[in-house]
């Protein structure tokens, strides 16, 4: 059960590397609890969205691949408890040395983000 969790939320993962690198929303969207909050810390400057609000966001922006940029994104780290899981990521994209710390549930059988906090590292 341990296995197929893990492959489960590494996929979940991909996903929103993939959502985030190619602007693909409906896979950012599909990833996400519909009451997720997401909070950042970006060069000091604080960075608090809904899911709707952050979606907004990357539809409305070009996303790394369209500027040409090198996919670099990696799980740091992958913590699986039961019906929880936590991750660190390394999001590098834009200017910006982003690491992300996601949480994860298990709601009705299917892996879904429930939390996203992040920061940019100089």
Do not use: C
Request: glycine letters at 8%; zero cysteines.
């Amino acid at each position: 059960m341990y296995k197929e969790n893990r492959e489960a939320i590494e996929q979940l993962i991909t996903d929103y590397f993939e959502g985030i690198f190619n602007g693909e929303v409906d896979k950012l969207e599909r990833s996400f609890h519909d009451d997720v909050h997401l909070y950042g810390d970006i060069k000091g400057v604080d960075y608090l969205k809904s899911k709707y609000d952050y979606l907004e966001g990357v539809k409305n922006r070009k996303s790394p691949k369209a500027l040409g940029e090198e996919f670099n994104m990696s799980i740091v780290g992958l913590d699986v408890l039961g019906k929880v899981a936590m991750a660190k990521l390394h999001v590098p994209f834009s200017g910006y040395n982003y690491y992300d710390y996601l949480s994860f549930a298990k709601i009705d059988g299917q892996w879904i983000i429930v939390n996203k906090v992040f920061t940019h590292v100089e």
